[in-house]
T-cell receptor, first 116, second 116 residues
Framework: AQTVTQSQPEMSVQEAETVTLSCTYDTSESNYYLFWYKQPPSRQMILVIRQEAYKQQNATENRFSVNFQKAAKSFSLKISDSQLGDTAMYFCAFATSASYGQNFVFGPGTRLSVLP | GAVVSQHPSWVICKSGTSVKIECRSLDFQATTMFWYRQFPKQSLMLMATSNEGSKATYEQGVEKDKFLINHASLTLSTLTVTSAHPEDSSFYIC????????????FGNGTRLTVT
């Protein structure tokens, strides 16, 4: 079974600074997908960034980038130039490609507060 | 981008009554939809996988007779909480995927259910 761990229940960062959220996972699959979702106070789940395991290049989406270490099964999210609107719960998620969506596993989440 | 509509966004009902929550994929067909439950300050817990034209697959510990799922078309899945009790009060979120191998899950806005 796949598991996703986020070891930081809460984090805070000053506006305009950079913060890194940690995520580790456990799987025996060789091909899979990793995601970071953001859940602001509105409770809407918003896709931040995704990474295919077979791609060595780290995904980047504007101010958001990941550090994907496949051997270490680590998938951290870096937020640069943090903005007040980045305040939210962040969930790391894992999905296998063999049965896409069927094994979509979420981590426990990290609550990020961006301070003015 | 892909949009999933969930209705209602919030509902209050009396104990013993039933409540239906709808989840629609607005611009894509979703063979499979997923229903999650989220307790305050916790992660999403998968309740069941809704398959168009067949019975839903429930996760261990989820009561099939209490949480009825119907996936009548490729764009609509419904979750009915039957004979609701206060302990069923929670935030329910649906999600759907277009099914392509590199497509992420798209989430509805969620439904906050309060049973009095």
């Amino acid at each position: 079974a796949q598991t996703v761990t986020q070891s930081q229940p809460e984090m805070s960062v000053q506006e305009a600074e950079t913060v890194t959220l940690s995520c580790t996972y456990d799987t025996s699959e060789s091909n899979y997908y990793l995601f970071w979702y953001k859940q602001p106070p509105s409770r809407q789940m918003i896709l931040v960034i995704r990474q295919e395991a077979y791609k060595q290049q780290n995904a980047t989406e504007n101010r958001f980038s990941v550090n994907f270490q496949k051997a270490a099964k680590s998938f951290s999210l870096k937020i640069s130039d943090s903005q007040l609107g980045d305040t939210a719960m962040y969930f790391c998620a894992f999905a296998t490609s063999a049965s896409y969506g069927q094994n979509f596993v979420f981590g426990p989440g990290t609550r990020l507060s961006v301070l003015p | 981008g892909a949009v999933v509509s969930q209705h209602p966004s919030w509902v209050i009902c009396k104990s013993g009554t039933s409540v239906k929550i709808e989840c629609r994929s607005l611009d894509f067909q979703a063979t499979t939809m997923f229903w999650y439950r989220q307790f305050p300050k916790q992660s999403l817990m998968l309740m069941a996988t809704s398959n168009e034209g067949s019975k839903a697959t429930y996760e261990q510990g989820v009561e099939k007779d209490k949480f009825l799922i119907n996936h009548a078309s490729l764009t609509l899945s419904t979750l009915t909480v039957t004979s609701a009790h206060p302990e069923d009060s929670s935030f329910y979120i649906c999600s759907a995927s277009p099914g392509r191998i590199n497509s992420p899950l798209h989430f509805g806005n969620g439904t906050r259910l309060t049973v009095t």
